[in-house]
């Protein structure tokens, strides 16, 4: 039987990274440490709660879920200013990213982004019908920002993506670029919303700003979060988005009815409660990780400066042989970026020196 699927859909696969079961799994970025038993049963209880109301529809728009999410920033960005009426949340900030496409792309305009990035992206303007466009990074993954507010200029976007830590290289936009690109996209007739994608923030090194404080001055700037890293919520599904309120107005439209569920709202709520307790370990994987890069140097291999929870290293003139020996050791990598590159999220102390250990076995 032949189906009527979109013919740029043909031959295509569903994304997502390798799920193998394997001892050491540092290949999607993920949280290595586990909710604490304390906020397992808060959770829980949070979840009983939901669970007497299921027969009812949840608050469509969750206004007590969107104001801890304002509380929580108020503190973790430095952005006091910000009320529930700034905050948006969906099931993970790749659906924040999709409604954005919905409500300020499609067919006829243009997603501008810089190369290497975020795969996700090029997904969204395909499944928006949006010409997606990308300017490539400086060697050394920044953006050229005068590039990029010519680009601006001539192509006239009304989507900006930046990923600040950027995925897969874990570069932080300065704030000074960041301001000067938003200032560049308000110049675009008819408007242009600049997306700076922050789901790694918490893990950037101590002194780099969020985004989120340009927001006051900068009502097309719209700033993604995810709970899915630092918060160790992966599986619970929750991102969410700071912007002005004209924005969040605006995404309230395109979104499905009751996107998110009872359970969902609940369990990001009591993880807010314990976010202190989620995110003990951070520290830790902010230590872990810049000794895996000074390791990697050590061992002459080039590393992307990273305020991410992982490390971009290379190169290799055959990065899929690496990526095969490493698994059949037991550690799961990334093959993604610029060619020749691999990617290794951080992992507890132990995890990551059966990572240093296969590498050296591997490249010997």
């Not at 993920?30 to 049963?41: F, I, Q």
């Not at 090029?122 to 010519?150: G, H, N, Q």
């Not at 890069?293 to 042989?321: I, S």
């Amino acid at each position: 039987m032949e189906l009527p699927l979109r013919p740029e859909l043909r031959g295509l696969s569903p994304y997502g990274a390798p799920q193998l079961d394997v001892p050491v799994l540092l290949n999607v970025n993920e949280n290595p440490y586990a909710p604490p038993p304390s906020v397992v049963d808060a959770m829980a209880a949070a979840v009983r709660k939901a669970a007497e109301g299921l027969n009812r529809y949840p608050d469509r728009d969750f206004v007590g879920l969107r104001t801890d999410l304002a509380n929580y920033l108020a503190h973790e960005a430095h952005a006091d200013f910000l009320r529930h009426e700034n905050i948006w949340a969906a099931n993970g900030s790749n659906e924040v990213i999709l409604h954005l496409h919905q409500a300020f792309a499609g067919p006829g305009r243009v997603a501008l982004s810089f190369d290497p990035t975020y795969s996700m992206y090029p997904e969204y303007s395909r499944d928006s019908f949006t010409t997606y466009v990308t300017l490539p990074r400086r060697d050394d993954f920044a953006i050229d920002v005068e590039a990029a507010v010519a680009e601006i200029a001539e192509r006239r976007p009304t989507l900006v993506l930046l990923a600040s830590p950027n995925n897969p290289t874990g570069t932080a936009l300065p704030l000074y670029d960041a301001a000067a690109i938003a200032r560049a996209a308000a110049d675009v007739p008819g408007g242009c919303v600049v997306v700076i994608d922050e789901a790694y923030a918490e893990f950037r090194r101590r002194g780099v700003p969020s985004a989120i404080t340009l927001l006051p001055e900068n009502p097309n700037l719209a700033v993604t979060r995810t709970m899915s890293k630092a918060f160790a919520l992966a599986g619970g599904r929750l991102g969410y988005l700071a912007a002005s309120p004209a924005i969040v107005d605006a995404l309230r439209i395109v979104r499905l009815p009751y996107h998110l569920s009872a359970v969902t709202q609940a369990i990001a709520r009591a993880a807010l409660v314990h976010a202190r307790e989620l995110q003990a370990q951070v520290d830790e994987i902010r230590a872990e990780r810049d000794e895996t890069v000074r390791w990697l140097r050590d061992q002459g291999y080039t590393v992307a400066d990273t305020d991410a929870n992982f490390a971009l290293f290379g190169p290799f003139g055959d990065r899929e042989r690496v990526f095969r020996d490493m698994l059949e050791r037991g550690v799961l990598i990334r093959v993604v970026g610029p060619e020749g590159w691999l990617r290794v999220s951080i992992g507890t102390p132990q995890e990551m020196a059966r990572f240093r250990a296969a590498l050296t076995e591997v490249t010997a």
